[in-house]
């Protein structure tokens, strides 16, 4: 266990569906983040916590809503959905965001589906 | 913008073999690195990191060689076992931007062979 627990581990939604991705660590960390992960690409920055506040939107469509309600939990809201959208997802918490040495403890990932 | 490359997106090696994953990157500014290591069905997972100081660093039978020159890395994995099976992905952190965030490359699949 990596301290990072992410639900669902399947998620298969409809592109007009309503659905949330939830991620909560328990590092005691102050810094949580959304990647993607597609078959055979680079791991995919979507949004950077840092104490709560959000600190980097990596041109995110609107499509894709973040929450982090504290520094515990991430949340990721997601309406009208793309078949393209189908991915891994991954929640990371690191101790602070923006500093050296930003070792990335991740979650197992939301593996979504889009129909 | 700047990337992070692996020369072979697989590598198989007989259990018992050292194993050498190498990866290249392009950004002269990228100060620290880190392996990761993913397993079906896991996120990745922290292996062993580097920063730009040093060009050696050695961890539970696994070293991390950093040669700056020719602007590449490479993970070795001692006497490799089953369990060291996975997608290996280098990552760098480049301090030149305003937000520091980690770029992963693609990832090399490891498959070790009985």
């Known amino acids: 266990e990596t301290g990072v627990t992410q639900t669902p581990r399947h998620l298969v939604m409809g592109m007009t569906n309503k659905k949330s991705l939830k991620c909560e660590q328990h590092?005691?960390?102050?810094?949580m983040y959304w990647y993607k992960q597609s078959a055979k690409k680079p791991l995919e920055l979507m949004f950077v916590?840092?104490?709560?506040?959000?600190?980097e939107n990596n041109s995110v469509p609107s499509r894709f809503s973040p929450e982090c309600p504290n520094s515990s939990h991430l949340f990721l809201h997601l309406h009208t959905l793309q078949p393209e959208d189908s991915a891994l997802y991954l929640c990371?918490?690191?101790?602070?965001?923006?500093?050296?040495?930003?070792?990335?403890?991740f979650g197992s990932g939301t593996q979504l589906s889009v129909l | 913008g700047e990337s992070v490359g692996l020369h072979l997106p697989t590598l198989s090696v007989q259990e018992g073999d050292n194993s050498i994953i190498n990866c290249a990157y392009s950004?002269?500014?990228?100060?620290?690195f880190i392996w990761y290591k993913q397993e079906s069905g896991k996120g990745p997972q922290f292996i062993i990191d580097?920063?730009?100081?040093?060009d050696k660093r050695q961890g539970q039978r696994v070293t991390v060689l950093l040669n700056k020159t020719v602007k590449h890395l490479s993970l070795q994995i001692a006497a490799t076992q089953p369990g060291d099976s996975a997608v290996y992905f280098c990552a760098e952190n480049d301090s030149s931007g305003s937000a520091r965030q980690l770029t992963f490359g693609s990832g090399t699949q490891l498959t070790v062979l009985p």
């Open positions: 990371a918490s690191s101790q602070k965001a923006g500093t050296d040495n930003e070792k990335l403890f």
């Open positions: 580097i920063r730009s100081n040093m």
């Open positions: 916590y840092n104490f709560k506040e959000q600190t």
């Open positions: 950004n002269s500014a990228s100060d620290y």
């Open positions: 590092l005691g960390h102050n810094a």
